[in-house]
């Protein structure tokens, strides 16, 4: 069982966290997963895909995003009705059929070489 003094240091250090948190427009990817109520595993595959907020990358191996540019990614992914996907979802839609795309007919195989 803690102590007195461990509890309340423990809670110094969230306290601590939170109101760096709350202080800098700059958020690292758990705290960003938090900020937007997803995983941080979700928040990676966006960022891998090139579907997610933009990102900052200060150091190598170092992630950061400005709350600013969530705003703005959210407002960009609004839609207007609940019709088919995104168009930014659908942009693979000129991928040919692999029936179409034989040995000796590249030419009609964008993207294959």
């Known amino acids: 069982m803690d102590t007195s003094n461990e509890i309340v240091e423990k809670l110094r250090k969230i306290i601590r966290s939170e109101i760096e948190v709350i202080s800098s427009p700059y958020l690292k990817p758990d705290q960003a997963a938090t900020y937007l109520g997803i995983s941080k595993e ?11 907020s933009k990102f900052s990358t200060p ?5 950061v995003y ?18 088919p996907s995104r168009p930014s979802l659908a942009s693979n839609t000129t991928t040919p059929q692999p029936s179409a795309c034989r040995p000796g007919t590249v030419e009609r195989c964008p993207g294959w070489s």
């Open 66 to 83: 400005h709350r600013d540019d969530f705003a703005a990614w959210i407002k960009a992914s609004q839609l207007t009705s609940a019709g």
């Open 59 to 63: 150091l190598p191996q170092v992630v």
């Open 42 to 52: 979700t928040l990676a595959n966006l960022r891998m895909a090139q579907r997610g």
